[in-house]
């Protein structure tokens, strides 16, 4: 256990267990909305009541961090373009802030390990400038690497204490594909040629060389694979720490997280492993297509929402699928009931649902459109 973390209690099935049962209430058949009807029983029992609420203050938390990997020819673009994108971020012109504007969401911006100064009011947890070339050097050192757990937790408590009901976290630095398919492939025992993407765009004889690079990483790491902290020293670097903490303390703090791509899920990897059971608390916002990625989500048992050849980074995949999340919410909470729009119902089939986990009262709640609240129900903070 580290820095206070370690299993973690799931969504409350109790809660699920109600939702369910509203749902087959609403002016609809039985599983007409399909996934969407999933997707609004999660965030009930993550928020602990049925009806859940719609999102009041969803929050990204872009990581920012650099890799002395980069410096070897594993991406196409040069490590300077972290700081500029950085910069791009804090002034509204990045991706992760137009479809964030779109989704109902504001944008933080966290420097953890870029190469260089960046404004003051995004350093506060900085750990270093940059962290190692893992195919030659560890990332971190010991005190680095729990610093940048530390800071991770305490974003995540600094958010979740002002108000954030939904965290989504990105990732913003050159190079930070390769260590994320370092993780990956070590985590999952998976050859590097079978986990290896083109991450920003490098051609053939990039992907060569960072296979190359992968190859060796993976040879410092396995020692590791076993002890999460030490796996984030050796072979990640500052911002996947961050990350990992991050992710393993919005768990802890019974918050739910839409996971982004690759470099995030290889990150959620790490923190399922300080947390154990965090992943219910998470959402597969898409599916990247780095091959790692696949690999990561199967491992973590998550099912992508939208598969869109997406590659970005930045928070810019989750951000797409929240205004899916945010329909999934509103058609439990603000549909009608057949009882209160005096709609027939259907005859009841042998199997319909039931489920003896739920309260004797969630019938009643179904049936009147009420609301059934967890006694471990998180405490609003958004008001």
């Excluded at 992968?214 to 020293?233: F, H, Y």
């Amino acid at each position: 256990m580290t820095h206070g973390l370690g299993p973690v209690t799931p969504p409350d099935a109790q809660i699920r267990a109600a939702a369910q049962q509203r749902q087959a209430q609403l002016t609809k058949p039985g599983g007409a909305l399909g996934r969407l009807e999933d997707l609004g029983n999660w965030v009930a029992a993550c928020q602990g009541v049925c009806p859940p609420k719609q999102f009041e203050r969803a929050r990204v938390v872009v990581f920012a961090g650099d890799h002395g990997i980069a410096k070897h020819g594993v991406s196409a673009y040069p490590s300077e373009v972290t700081a500029q994108m950085v910069a791009n971020f804090l002034g509204g012109g990045a991706a992760v802030n137009a479809l964030a504007a779109v989704a109902g969401a504001t944008v933080r911006v966290a420097d953890i390990s870029v190469d260089t100064d960046t404004d003051p009011q995004i350093g506060k947890h900085k750990v270093r400038r940059s962290s190692g070339a893992i195919d030659r050097e560890d990332a971190l050192s010991t005190e680095e690497v729990e610093a940048a757990l530390a800071a991770g937790i305490a974003i995540a408590d600094e958010e979740i204490d002002a108000g954030a009901d939904l965290l989504i976290v990105g990732d913003m630095g050159i190079g930070n594909t390769t260590p994320a398919t370092v993780l990956i492939a070590t985590l999952t025992d998976t050859e590097p040629v079978a986990a290896v993407g083109r991450g920003t765009g490098v051609d053939d004889e990039g992907w060569a060389r960072k296979v190359a690079a992968i190859r060796d990483a993976m040879r410092r790491a396995r020692p590791a694979a076993k002890d999460p902290v030490e796996l984030l020293r050796v072979a990640a670097g500052a911002d996947f720490a961050a990350m990992a903490g991050f992710l393993a303390q919005a768990a802890a703090r019974r918050t739910p997280v839409i996971l982004d791509g690759v470099v995030v899920t290889a990150a959620a990897l790490v923190a399922e492993d300080l947390a154990a059971g965090a992943s219910a608390w998470w959402l597969a916002g898409h599916l990247s297509t780095e091959p790692a990625h696949t690999l990561a989500l199967t491992r973590l048992r998550l099912e992508p929402l939208l598969k869109l050849n997406m590659r970005l980074g930045e928070g810019s995949g989750a951000l797409t699928a929240l205004p899916i999340l945010r329909t999934a919410v509103a058609a439990l909470a603000e549909m009608a009931t057949f009882g209160e729009a005096g709609v027939s119902t259907a005859e009841p089939e042998a199997d319909a649902v039931t489920d003896t986990a739920a309260d004797s009262n969630a019938d009643a709640v179904a049936n009147a459109g009420g609301t059934v609240e967890s006694s471990t129900a998180k405490p609003d903070l958004t008001k």
